[in-house]
C-alpha cells in the first residue's frame, strides 16, 4: 500500500530541518527578484549603502540553506531580522497531504492562502526518483483555461494563477522534505553537494498552462536557476506547453530553459480536437515556432510529448506524419501512455502499438523513450493531478484502480 502522512497533525511530522508553518498573508520575500528584494530593504530602514549586501545575504539564507524564519539568520542582526519579520513573511506554505508511492515517488497536496478575496487554494506537486536524477513537477495554475479531452486538469476550470511564491515554495517544499537543504544547525558554509541531491530537474508539467502565467513562471524560473541560490541549470528545467505560440519565443528569449511541447496529433483537424489551442496556433505556426526556438541545437533539443491513445493518433501513418513533420527540428519524442481518470473518454494504445510507433520513430533518427507512468497508486502521473477544489470520489478513485489494473499489463 501507498503510504499516506497527514501532515497537518503536527505528531505525524518527522523531524526536518526546517518545520514549515503557514504563511499567514504578510506580503513574502520568496519570489522576490533581487530589486524588489533591495526595495524590502528600504522598507525594514536599511540604508542605501548596506542594501544590496543583505539582499545577497539573505538570498543566501533563503536559497541555499532553506530557512523559514527569520530567527535562522545568524549572520542578520536581531534589530534587522525583528523589522524583517514585522513587514514580511519567509513562511512555507502548509502541505496538507504527502504520499508516498510503492515506487518511491512522492506527491504533496499543498495548500496556499488566498489571495485578495479568493479562496485557499490546493495544489499537487509531484517527485519522481529515478536512477542518477530526481525530477520535480512542479503546478503553475490551479486547473487550467484549456480543455485538451484526455487529460484531468483540463475538466477543472481555472481557479486562479499562481504567484512566482507559490511555484517556488513547491520546490522549496520538495527540497525540505527530502533533505536538499542543510540542517539549520550545520555551520555556515556545509551545504548539500549538488551531486548530493535529490532534486535534480524540474519539469513544468503539473497542474496548468505555464505560458498562460508567463510572468510569475518567468520569475520562479529566474530564481530557481540564479547561481548564487538554488542553481538548477536551465538545462535541467523543462518548461512544458500545449503551443501558446507567442510564449515560445518569450520562454527562449527570457527564461532560457529546455522546451517541451505538447503535440499529440499531426493534423490539425485531430489536434483542433485533442488540444484545442490549435484552433488559434496551428502545427504550422507551433513548429516554425520551435525551429527557431532561441538557442535550440543538436545539444538543446525540444521534446515532443506525444500520449498515446487507442485508434485515435497511434497508427504508423501518424508515425511518419510526425517524423515528416518535425524535420530540421532538432527534437525527441516522447511517447507518454495514455493515463486514464473516471470518465475520460479515451483508452491506451496496446503496448505493441506504442513499440511499432516508438521503433518506426526510432529508425528516422529520433530518440523516442516511452515514459513509464509512474506513481500510479497515488494518482501522480501525468494528466491526473486535480485540485482539492474536485477531488475525486472514493468510488471515482475504485474504477480508476480497476481499470489500471484490467487495461496496463505494460509496466
Ligand atoms: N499545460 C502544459 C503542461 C501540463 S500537462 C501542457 O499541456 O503541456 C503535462 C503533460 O501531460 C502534457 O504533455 C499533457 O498533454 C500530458 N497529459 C495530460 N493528461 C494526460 C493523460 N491523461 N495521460 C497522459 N498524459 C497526459
Ligand atoms: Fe491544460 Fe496542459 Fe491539461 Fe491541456 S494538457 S488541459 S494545457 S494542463
Not at 198 to 217: A, D, H, R, S, W
Request: glycine content about 8%; aromatic content about 6%.
Amino acid at each position: 500500500m501507498p503510504a499516506t502522512i497527514d501532515l497537518t497533525n503536527p505528531s505525524a511530522r518527522p523531524a526536518r530541518p526546517h518545520a514549515p508553518k503557514v504563511a499567514d498573508g504578510m506580503p513574502t520575500l520568496i519570489g522576490m527578484s533581487r530589486d524588489e528584494m533591495v526595495e524590502a530593504m528600504a522598507d525594514a530602514g536599511v540604508p542605501e549603502r548596506q542594501r544590496k549586501m543583505r539582499v545577497n545575504q539573505i538570498w543566501h539564507w533563503l536559497y541555499i540553506r532553506g530557512v523559514s524564519d527569520f530567527a535562522d539568520m545568524h549572520t542578520i542582526s536581531r534589530d534587522l531580522r525583528e523589522a524583517l519579520a514585522a513587514r514580511y513573511t519567509i513562511a512555507r506554505p502548509e502541505i496538507v497531504e504527502e504520499q508516498i508511492s510503492n515506487d518511491g515517488t512522492r506527491k504533496w497536496l499543498m495548500r496556499f492562502p488566498p489571495r485578495g478575496a479568493g479562496r485557499p487554494v490546493e495544489v499537487e506537486t509531484v517527485y519522481i526518483p529515478e536512477e542518477g536524477r530526481g525530477t520535480l513537477c512542479i503546478s503553475s495554475q490551479v486547473g487550467c483555461t484549456l480543455t485538451c479531452t484526455f487529460c484531468h486538469t483540463g475538466t477543472q476550470k481555472l481557479v486562479r494563477n499562481l504567484t512566482a511564491e507559490e511555484i517556488l515554495s513547491q520546490l522549496l517544499i520538495a527540497r525540505d522534505r527530502l533533505g536538499d537543504f542543510p540542517h539549520k544547525d550545520t555551520p555556515q558554509g556545509a551545504i548539500v553537494p549538488a551531486e548530493g541531491r535529490k532534486v535534480t530537474n524540474i519539469v513544468m508539467m503539473g497542474m496548468g498552462e505555464p505560458l498562460y502565467n508567463f510572468e510569475e513562471v518567468k520569475k520562479a524560473l529566474l530564481i530557481a536557476s540564479d547561481g548564487d541560490g538554488l542553481a538548477l541549470s536551465r538545462r535541467r528545467i523543462t518548461l512544458s506547453t500545449s503551443g501558446v505560440v507567442p510564449g515560445i519565443v518569450r520562454t527562449g528569449e527570457e527564461i532560457g530553459v529546455m522546451l517541451a511541447i505538447s503535440l499529440h496529433a499531426v493534423r490539425d483537424d485531430l489536434r483542433d480536437e485533442l488540444v484545442p489551442i490549435n484552433k488559434k496556433y496551428p502545427l504550422k505556426e507551433l513548429l516554425e515556432a520551435c525551429r527557431t526556438y532561441p538557442g535550440v541545437s543538436n545539444a538543446r533539443r525540444i521534446t515532443f510529448e506525444y500520449v498515446m491513445l487507442k485508434g485515435v493518433n497511434d497508427s504508423l501513418s501518424d508515425a511518419k506524419e510526425l517524423v515528416r513533420l518535425l524535420k530540421g527540428i532538432p527534437a525527441k519524442i516522447n511517447l507518454i501512455p495514455f493515463n486514464p481518470w473516471p470518465g475520460s473518454a479515451y483508452e491506451c494504445s496496446d503496448w505493441e502499438t506504442i513499440e511499432t510507433f516508438a521503433d518506426f520513430v526510432n529508425a528516422n533518427g529520433y530518440a523516442s523513450p516511452i515514459r513509464t507512468p509512474r506513481g500510479r497508486d497515488i494518482l501522480a502521473a501525468c494528466g491526473q493531478l486535480k485540485s482539492e477544489s474536485e477531488r475525486m470520489r472514493k468510488t471515482d478513485r475504485l474504477a480508476l484502480e480497476a481499470m489500471m489494473i484490467a487495461g496496463h499489463g505494460a509496466d
